[in-house]
């Protein structure tokens, strides 16, 4: 884990106990309503907030869903076919960590992974028009198993480095 003296987060992993989640739950929903996310319905917003306060894992937290989804969009955004190219981030902490943009992807993975049907539908078709352009604008690694410890994941199959804006 490298970490450089600007960042002030601290990347460390916090797990709440099982007890604790399934005490919280049910008031959840009742508590303050979360902004709507841009491009989303108010229903999938909300879903997506429960998915993120009761989420356990530390880099799942209230607003990341957003953060992720404008991130993915920032790296996107430079216009033309020139090939984008996603970076580490230099920082592992839940902030600086979108710095790098398959970790943004990461992120949408796990939320849809664990939203329920409708919401799950419409986070999951937001993302893959976001994957369709991901797929036009990046290149291939054809050593992204040797290069990359997750290359499980097929965005972090396409190659990396340099300058983000190509
Ligand atoms: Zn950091």
Not at 81 to 107: K, N, T
Not at 123 to 140: G, I, K, N, S, W
């Amino acid at each position: 884990m490298m970490m450089f003296m600007t960042c002030t987060e601290r990347p460390m992993p916090r797990r709440r106990p099982g007890a604790l989640r399934a005490e919280q739950s049910p008031r959840i929903a009742w508590s303050l309503p979360p902004d709507r996310i841009h491009g989303l319905s108010i229903r999938t917003s909300v879903a997506i907030d429960q998915v993120e306060r009761l989420s356990g894992d530390y880099y799942l937290y209230p607003g990341a869903t957003d953060r992720a989804l404008r991130r993915y969009r920032a790296f996107l955004q430079p216009p033309g076919r020139r090939p984008l190219y996603p970076q580490d981030s230099e920082c592992s902490c839940r902030g600086c960590s979108f710095d790098d943009v398959r970790h943004a992807r990461d992120v949408l993975e796990e939320v849809v992974r664990q939203l329920p049907s409708r919401p799950h539908a419409e986070l999951q078709q937001r993302v893959r028009a976001l994957d369709a352009r991901y797929m036009e604008r990046t290149l291939p690694d054809p050593f992204a198993v040797q290069r990359q410890s997750r290359s499980d994941s097929w965005w972090r199959r396409r190659l990396a480095g340099g300058r983000e804006a190509g």
